[in-house]
Protein backbone atom coordinates (compact mmCIF):
# COMPACT_ATOMS: atom_id res chain seq x y z
CA UNK A 1 0.00 0.00 0.00
CA UNK A 2 2.54 2.28 0.97
CA UNK A 3 4.27 1.11 -2.38
CA UNK A 4 1.96 2.39 -4.39
CA UNK A 5 1.78 5.54 -3.08
CA UNK A 6 5.68 6.16 -3.31
CA UNK A 7 5.37 5.15 -6.88
CA UNK A 8 2.96 8.21 -8.16
CA UNK A 9 4.49 11.02 -5.75
CA UNK A 10 6.64 13.35 -7.35
CA UNK A 11 9.89 14.22 -6.66
CA UNK A 12 9.83 18.30 -5.43
CA UNK A 13 13.73 18.50 -7.44
CA UNK A 14 12.12 16.99 -11.02
CA UNK A 15 9.05 19.62 -10.60
CA UNK A 16 11.20 22.89 -10.09
CA UNK A 17 13.46 21.56 -12.98
CA UNK A 18 9.93 21.22 -15.03
CA UNK A 19 9.36 24.77 -13.73
CA UNK A 20 12.74 26.33 -15.02
CA UNK A 21 12.41 24.78 -18.32
CA UNK A 22 8.93 25.83 -19.19
CA UNK A 23 9.60 29.40 -18.10
CA UNK A 24 13.02 29.56 -20.27
CA UNK A 25 11.62 28.12 -23.35
CA UNK A 26 8.67 31.33 -22.70
CA UNK A 27 11.83 33.85 -22.32
CA UNK A 28 13.30 32.86 -25.48
CA UNK A 29 9.52 33.12 -27.39
CA UNK A 30 9.03 36.59 -26.04
CA UNK A 31 12.72 37.56 -27.20
CA UNK A 32 11.80 36.24 -30.58
CA UNK A 33 8.71 37.94 -31.29
CA UNK A 34 10.28 41.42 -30.31
CA UNK A 35 12.56 41.26 -33.22
CA UNK A 36 11.77 43.42 -36.03
CA UNK A 37 10.32 41.78 -39.15
CA UNK A 38 9.63 38.68 -37.35
CA UNK A 39 5.73 38.70 -37.70
CA UNK A 40 6.09 37.91 -41.12
CA UNK A 41 7.99 34.81 -40.49
CA UNK A 42 9.73 35.21 -44.17
CA UNK A 43 12.62 37.23 -45.42
CA UNK A 44 10.39 38.84 -48.16
CA UNK A 45 7.97 39.58 -45.41
CA UNK A 46 10.19 42.02 -43.51
CA UNK A 47 11.26 43.77 -46.42
CA UNK A 48 7.91 44.92 -47.39
CA UNK A 49 7.31 46.09 -43.45
CA UNK A 50 10.27 48.13 -43.18
CA UNK A 51 10.57 52.00 -44.42
CA UNK A 52 12.57 52.27 -47.34
CA UNK A 53 16.27 53.53 -47.60
CA UNK A 54 16.33 54.54 -51.55
CA UNK A 55 13.37 57.27 -51.06
CA UNK A 56 14.00 60.60 -52.23
CA UNK A 57 11.53 62.40 -49.82
CA UNK A 58 12.43 64.47 -47.28
CA UNK A 59 10.76 65.02 -44.07
CA UNK A 60 7.05 66.81 -44.63
CA UNK A 61 7.28 66.22 -47.69
CA UNK A 62 4.54 63.92 -50.13
CA UNK A 63 5.14 62.06 -53.18
CA UNK A 64 2.40 62.94 -56.36
CA UNK A 65 1.67 61.79 -59.29
CA UNK A 66 2.70 62.80 -62.22
CA UNK A 67 0.74 65.32 -64.31
CA UNK A 68 -2.16 63.38 -66.39
CA UNK A 69 -1.78 60.28 -64.20
CA UNK A 70 -0.04 58.59 -66.69
CA UNK A 71 2.82 57.63 -68.80
CA UNK A 72 4.05 59.20 -72.03
CA UNK A 73 2.72 56.00 -74.17
CA UNK A 74 -0.69 56.47 -72.97
CA UNK A 75 -0.91 60.20 -73.37
CA UNK A 76 -1.91 62.69 -75.93
CA UNK A 77 0.68 63.72 -78.44
CA UNK A 78 1.79 67.51 -78.19
CA UNK A 79 1.54 67.37 -82.36
CA UNK A 80 -2.04 66.89 -82.89
CA UNK A 81 -2.77 69.03 -86.14
CA UNK A 82 -1.66 72.44 -84.18
CA UNK A 83 -4.80 71.86 -81.34
CA UNK A 84 -6.98 71.96 -84.75
CA UNK A 85 -9.49 69.59 -83.24
CA UNK A 86 -9.89 67.13 -86.44
CA UNK A 87 -8.20 69.54 -88.65
CA UNK A 88 -5.00 67.08 -88.13
CA UNK A 89 -6.83 64.85 -90.38
CA UNK A 90 -7.87 67.25 -92.94
CA UNK A 91 -5.97 68.11 -95.79
CA UNK A 92 -5.58 71.37 -96.81
CA UNK A 93 -7.28 72.82 -100.12
CA UNK A 94 -4.87 72.77 -103.12
CA UNK A 95 -5.53 74.90 -106.32
CA UNK A 96 -7.03 71.34 -108.06
CA UNK A 97 -10.17 71.19 -105.80
CA UNK A 98 -11.20 74.98 -105.39
CA UNK A 99 -13.80 76.91 -107.49
CA UNK A 100 -12.39 81.08 -107.38
CA UNK A 101 -14.78 83.83 -107.74
CA UNK A 102 -14.88 87.84 -107.18
CA UNK A 103 -18.06 89.64 -106.84
CA UNK A 104 -18.29 93.74 -106.44
CA UNK A 105 -19.92 95.07 -103.02
CA UNK A 106 -22.29 98.05 -104.40
CA UNK A 107 -22.02 96.88 -107.89
CA UNK A 108 -23.47 100.50 -109.16
CA UNK A 109 -20.38 101.89 -107.73
CA UNK A 110 -18.26 103.72 -109.65
CA UNK A 111 -14.91 103.42 -107.69
CA UNK A 112 -15.55 99.89 -107.54
CA UNK A 113 -13.07 99.16 -104.46
CA UNK A 114 -15.28 96.39 -102.48
CA UNK A 115 -14.55 92.50 -103.68
CA UNK A 116 -15.58 89.63 -102.17
CA UNK A 117 -13.07 87.11 -103.16
CA UNK A 118 -14.46 83.35 -102.50
CA UNK A 119 -13.29 79.91 -103.03
CA UNK A 120 -15.43 76.72 -103.29
CA UNK A 121 -14.63 73.21 -102.62
CA UNK A 122 -15.34 71.15 -105.52
CA UNK A 123 -13.73 68.04 -104.40
CA UNK A 124 -15.71 65.53 -102.56
CA UNK A 125 -13.79 66.08 -99.59
CA UNK A 126 -13.42 68.65 -96.77
CA UNK A 127 -10.78 70.62 -97.04
CA UNK A 128 -8.77 73.39 -94.74
CA UNK A 129 -7.73 77.15 -95.79
CA UNK A 130 -5.52 78.87 -93.50
CA UNK A 131 -4.77 82.09 -92.29
CA UNK A 132 -5.65 84.40 -95.48
CA UNK A 133 -4.73 84.76 -98.67
CA UNK A 134 -1.74 86.38 -100.52
CA UNK A 135 -3.89 88.82 -102.79
CA UNK A 136 -1.95 90.63 -105.44
CA UNK A 137 -3.81 93.84 -107.35
CA UNK A 138 -2.46 93.85 -111.24
CA UNK A 139 1.59 95.09 -111.03
CA UNK A 140 1.55 95.35 -107.23
CA UNK A 141 4.87 94.63 -105.72
CA UNK A 142 3.93 92.80 -102.67
CA UNK A 143 0.68 91.05 -101.59
CA UNK A 144 -2.25 93.30 -99.69
CA UNK A 145 -2.25 93.65 -96.13
CA UNK A 146 -4.46 91.82 -93.59
CA UNK A 147 -6.61 93.56 -91.23
CA UNK A 148 -5.79 91.66 -88.16
CA UNK A 149 -8.73 92.67 -86.45
CA UNK A 150 -10.76 89.95 -88.89
CA UNK A 151 -8.69 86.67 -87.41
CA UNK A 152 -11.28 84.87 -85.56
CA UNK A 153 -10.53 84.07 -82.05
CA UNK A 154 -7.92 81.39 -82.61
CA UNK A 155 -6.06 82.31 -85.69
CA UNK A 156 -4.01 78.80 -85.88
CA UNK A 157 -7.65 77.27 -86.53
CA UNK A 158 -8.11 76.71 -90.33
CA UNK A 159 -11.23 77.34 -91.65
CA UNK A 160 -12.67 74.00 -93.32
CA UNK A 161 -15.25 73.88 -95.88
CA UNK A 162 -16.98 70.56 -97.13
CA UNK A 163 -17.91 69.34 -100.66
CA UNK A 164 -19.71 72.45 -102.07
CA UNK A 165 -19.77 74.82 -99.81
CA UNK A 166 -17.28 78.06 -99.70
CA UNK A 167 -14.80 80.46 -97.88
CA UNK A 168 -14.75 83.88 -98.23
CA UNK A 169 -12.34 86.89 -97.75
CA UNK A 170 -13.42 90.59 -98.29
CA UNK A 171 -10.80 92.48 -100.47
CA UNK A 172 -10.81 96.71 -100.17
CA UNK A 173 -9.10 97.33 -103.43
CA UNK A 174 -8.58 101.22 -103.04
CA UNK A 175 -8.24 103.07 -99.26
CA UNK A 176 -7.49 106.20 -100.72
CA UNK A 177 -3.95 106.43 -100.41
CA UNK A 178 -1.46 107.51 -103.15
CA UNK A 179 -0.04 105.99 -106.09
CA UNK A 180 -3.40 104.66 -107.57
CA UNK A 181 -2.94 102.32 -110.58
CA UNK A 182 -5.10 100.66 -113.21
CA UNK A 183 -5.16 96.90 -112.35
CA UNK A 184 -6.51 94.46 -115.13
CA UNK A 185 -6.04 90.94 -113.08
CA UNK A 186 -5.82 89.59 -109.33
CA UNK A 187 -4.16 86.82 -108.69
CA UNK A 188 -4.84 84.27 -105.12
CA UNK A 189 -2.34 82.73 -103.34
CA UNK A 190 -3.28 80.19 -100.49
CA UNK A 191 -0.90 79.43 -97.30
CA UNK A 192 -0.38 76.74 -95.47
CA UNK A 193 -0.43 75.91 -92.25
CA UNK A 194 2.22 77.91 -90.71
CA UNK A 195 1.36 81.72 -90.85
CA UNK A 196 3.43 83.26 -93.61
CA UNK A 197 4.19 79.94 -95.41
CA UNK A 198 2.45 79.58 -99.16
CA UNK A 199 0.85 76.65 -100.33
CA UNK A 200 1.03 76.60 -104.03
CA UNK A 201 1.45 78.58 -107.05
CA UNK A 202 -0.45 81.71 -107.53
CA UNK A 203 -3.82 81.35 -108.92
CA UNK A 204 -5.76 83.59 -111.76
CA UNK A 205 -8.73 85.08 -109.93
CA UNK A 206 -12.09 86.30 -112.35
CA UNK A 207 -11.91 89.72 -112.62
CA UNK A 208 -15.12 91.46 -111.66
CA UNK A 209 -14.72 94.58 -113.83
CA UNK A 210 -12.22 94.98 -116.71
CA UNK A 211 -10.68 97.14 -114.98
CA UNK A 212 -9.85 98.04 -110.99
CA UNK A 213 -8.32 101.31 -109.60
CA UNK A 214 -6.10 100.13 -106.76
CA UNK A 215 -3.77 102.32 -104.79
CA UNK A 216 -1.54 101.34 -101.73
CA UNK A 217 -4.29 101.19 -99.26
CA UNK A 218 -5.42 97.72 -100.31
CA UNK A 219 -6.24 95.54 -97.73
CA UNK A 220 -7.70 91.65 -97.21
CA UNK A 221 -9.41 89.42 -93.93
CA UNK A 222 -8.86 86.34 -92.81
CA UNK A 223 -10.77 83.40 -94.76
CA UNK A 224 -14.47 82.82 -92.96
CA UNK A 225 -17.54 81.04 -94.02
CA UNK A 226 -19.52 84.10 -93.28
CA UNK A 227 -19.40 86.35 -96.10
CA UNK A 228 -20.78 89.41 -94.71
CA UNK A 229 -18.42 89.31 -91.17
CA UNK A 230 -15.63 89.79 -94.00
CA UNK A 231 -17.52 92.28 -95.40
CA UNK A 232 -18.48 94.59 -92.57
CA UNK A 233 -14.43 95.07 -92.21
CA UNK A 234 -13.98 96.85 -95.65
CA UNK A 235 -17.08 98.41 -96.06
CA UNK A 236 -16.84 101.25 -93.78
CA UNK A 237 -13.28 101.93 -95.03
Known sequence: MNAAVRKNH??????????????????????????????????DAKGSDQPS???????????????????SATGGS???????GDSGTIAACTADELGVSA?????????????????????D???NVYHYPYIEIGDAQAPAPVIEDSRGPDPVEPT????????????????????????????????????????GEPIDVPMPVDTLYADDGQLVTYWTTASGVALDFIMSK
Open 160 to 199: TIAPGEEAHAALLVAGGARDDYEAKSITLTLQGGKLGSKA
Open 10 to 43: QSPRGWKSYVLGTAAVAALLASTACEPGSAGGSD
Open 125 to 127: KKC
Open 78 to 84: DDDGGGN
Open 53 to 71: VTSSAKPGETASPKPGGGS
Open 103 to 123: TLEQADSEDARHVLITVQNAG
